[in-house]
């Protein structure tokens, strides 16, 4: 079993030690991190309702939660200005 970890995390080889954090730790925690930042954006910034992919919301002032212009209660007025 530790040596499958050994493997995965690419210090197996006996490269030197720089070129095995370069080539197995550091690619593998940075793809992880952009794997679960862009899920942690869509899953905070689309749109409230089930189903609803929208990632283009507003916050509603009747609960406060990302709201795209469909199920907006305001409906249409999101994204235009509070002057028009």
Not at 19 to 32: E, H, M, N, T
Not at 37 to 59: E, Q
Request: proline residues 4%.
């Amino acid at each position: 079993m530790l040596n499958w970890l050994y493997t995965w995390l690419g210090l197996s080889n006996a490269s030197g030690a720089q070129y095995l954090a370069w080539s197995g730790v550091i690619p593998a925690l940075c793809g992880f991190t952009f794997i679960f930042g862009a899920f942690h954006y869509i899953r905070n910034k689309n749109c409230h309702v089930k189903g609803c992919w929208s990632l283009h919301t507003a916050p509603d002032p009747k609960h406060g939660w990302n709201a795209c212009k469909n199920h907006h209660s305001l409906g249409h007025m999101v994204g235009r200005s509070h002057h028009e």
